[in-house]
């Protein structure tokens, strides 16, 4: 479980996510954050990462690896479509 409330991790997650938009933005992509709902960041990917074959590998092993390393070992990150709702 992680120790943090959903806005105590908000201004954290926003500070990790400018260390991982370069990668994004150098093929063309992006994301946009959603919000936090129970210790789970929802992200939508945008530009070139939309149709990118690799989304799930970035969002894997690129954003969350680095939202672990940064804030808590526990972070999920979850893609979301146009039409979420949080």
């Known amino acids: 479980m992680i120790p943090f409330s959903d806005e105590e991790l908000l201004n ?5 996510l400018k260390s991982v938009l370069p990668m994004l933005e150098r093929d063309g992509g992006g994301l946009e954050l ?18 990118c074959p690799a989304s799930d ?23 979301v479509s146009k039409d979420f709702k949080l």
């Open 12 to 16: 954290p997650v926003k500070e990790s």
């Open 34 to 51: 959603i919000g936090i709902k129970e210790g789970i960041v929802y992200l939508r990917l945008i530009g070139h990462c939309v149709a």
């Open 57 to 79: 590998m970035t969002l894997k092993n690129g954003i969350e690896r680095q939202l672990r390393i940064d804030i808590h070992p526990e972070i999920i990150v979850k893609n």
